[in-house]
T-cell receptor
């Protein structure tokens, strides 16, 4: 296993378009997180899954954002009707719950630019 | 929710100097991690350190959970150490909360 993988690495889209990002976690990890990071800021929590269940969503996650993890493996994050304020780095992380070690590992991120 | 503060916000060093970065958190935590964010934006794991002291080469970290702080030590700094350092804590809500980061610039 080569770690957490995110695709695409970069996405440029026109305002109003829909975009979807994919995250493939480390295979045995049952917890998956999505974060958003804007320039000069630390990563901000968006949502997380435990297996296929979405357990928490941040207030940052407007109704234009939706995330799924259908079989408890990979996850997708969709943004509908993109706005310029959605431009950011979107980061995915995974970890193993119910373990003595809950260390989280991050993917390379997807950088979104809305023009 | 848990508040995580890092200091200093910015740090400029000459190559070869030592530095200490601090992370304070406002409540009990189950996990604390230190990350280095590379120029391409990826978060590189440095330490998983809910308590105690660990060392990895020129880097070491200490977490005193009862006093709610962690320290990251960088010795004999190199230009490749430049970048942003984040601490992140896992609290009772089971989500990682990040600090504001320390921007380190190591000059040759």
């Amino acid at each position: 296993d080569t770690g957490v993988s995110q695709n695409p690495r970069h996405k440029i889209t026109k305002r109003g378009q829909n975009v979807t990002f994919r995250c493939d976690p480390i295979s045995e990890h049952n917890r998956l997180y999505w974060y958003r990071q804007t320039l000069g800021q630390g990563p901000e929590f968006l949502t997380y899954f435990q297996n296929e269940a979405q357990l928490e969503k941040s207030r940052l996650l407007s109704d234009r954002f939706s995330a799924e993890r259908p079989k408890g493996s990979f996850s997708t994050l969709e943004i509908q009707r993109t706005e310029q304020g959605d431009s950011a780095m979107y980061l995915c992380a995974s970890s193993l719950l119910y373990s003595m070690n809950t260390e989280a590992f991050f993917g390379q991120g997807t950088r979104l630019t809305v023009v | 929710g848990i508040q995580v503060e890092q200091s200093p916000p910015d740090l400029i060093l000459q190559e070869g100097a030592n530095s200490t970065l601090r992370c304070n958190f406002s409540d009990s935590v189950n996990n604390l991690q230190w990350f280095h964010q590379n120029p391409w934006g990826q978060l590189i794991n440095l330490f998983y350190i809910p308590s105690g002291t660990k060392q990895n080469g020129r880097l070491s970290a200490t977490t005193v959970a009862t006093e709610r702080y962690s320290l990251l030590y960088i010795s004999s700094s190199q230009t490749t150490d430049s970048g942003v350092y984040f601490c992140a804590v896992l609290g009772a809500t089971n989500k990682l909360i990040f600090g504001t980061g320390t921007l380190l610039a190591v000059q040759p």
